[in-house]
T-cell receptor
Framework: NAGVTQTPKFQVLKTGQSMTLQCAQDMNHEYMSWYRQDPGMGLRLIHYSVGAGITDQGEVPNGYNVSRSTTEDFPLRLLSAAPSQTSVYFC?????????????FGDGTRLSIL | GEDVEQSLFLSVREGDSSVINCTYTDSSSTYLYWYKQEPGAGLQLLTYIFSNMDMKQDQRLTVLLNKKDKHLSLRIADTQTGDSAIYFCAETRSASGGSYIPTFGRGTSLIVHP
């Protein structure tokens, strides 16, 4: 099993450009989420989804859009990139059946906005 | 947010024990987790504890849970340089619609020096 796959691994953008970070999982997990990790700030939840067609905002949703048209995929869109969005982005997934829900993380996308 | 709290740094000498502490807020959390993040990688589940347990031991790792004080700790015996990483504490908190949302601390950077 591939687990959680994120693409691309690295990306450099100019301010104002848009792009989509891809996340796919092959574990049939209902729950998927996006985090950003910045030095000294830990993990901050951007958006999450508890199933296809259902998304909700996390702690820092501004400037990002998500959609969940399939169970497997949960892309994160930057509408108009800003330097403050320079970060490492992680996608995670888990089951929502039962209360034991360890998260499975991708390897991250390192994004720089110039 | 800051609902799951950890100190940001811990420095230990190789061979000593490391103790990483965490406080959480949701008394209804039934599972509490420790994740490890090595440099340049995503988070990986290290261990977890069910809330009706006080202690869980797994080789060099010991997890202690004090439900009354909502305090969780991770002890690493005989710490090695390969244990240098960021360690995240996480709880799974009940959310609307009967779902559970994981909440992470900011992470503790463990530095092991010879």
């Amino acid at each position: 099993n591939a687990g959680v796959t994120q693409t691309p691994k690295f990306q450099v953008l100019k301010t104002g450009q848009s792009m989509t970070l891809q996340c796919a999982q092959d574990m049939n997990h209902e729950y998927m989420s996006w985090y950003r990790q910045d030095p000294g700030m830990g993990l901050r939840l951007i958006h999450y989804s508890v199933g296809a067609g259902i998304t909700d905002q996390g702690e820092v949703p501004n400037g990002y859009n998500v959609s969940r048209s399939t169970t497997e995929d949960f892309p994160l869109r930057l509408l108009s990139a800003a330097p403050s969005q320079t970060s490492v982005y992680f996608c995670a997934s888990s089951t929502i059946r039962g209360k034991n829900q360890p998260q499975h993380f991708g390897d991250g996308t390192r994004l720089s906005i110039l | 947010g800051e609902d799951v709290e950890q100190s940001l740094f811990l420095s230990v000498r190789e061979g000593d024990s490391s103790v990483i502490n965490c406080t959480y807020t949701d008394s209804s959390s039934t599972y509490l987790y420790w994740y490890k993040q090595e440099p340049g990688a995503g988070l990986q589940l290290l261990t977890y504890i069910f809330s009706n347990m006080d202690m869980k031991q797994d080789q060099r790792l010991t997890v202690l849970l004090n439900k009354k004080d909502k305090h969780l700790s991770l002890r690493i015996a005989d710490t090695q340089t390969g244990d240098s990483a960021i360690y995240f504490c996480a709880e799974t908190r009940s959310a609307s619609g009967g779902s559970y949302i994981p909440t992470f601390g900011r992470g503790t950077s463990l530095i092991v020096h010879p």
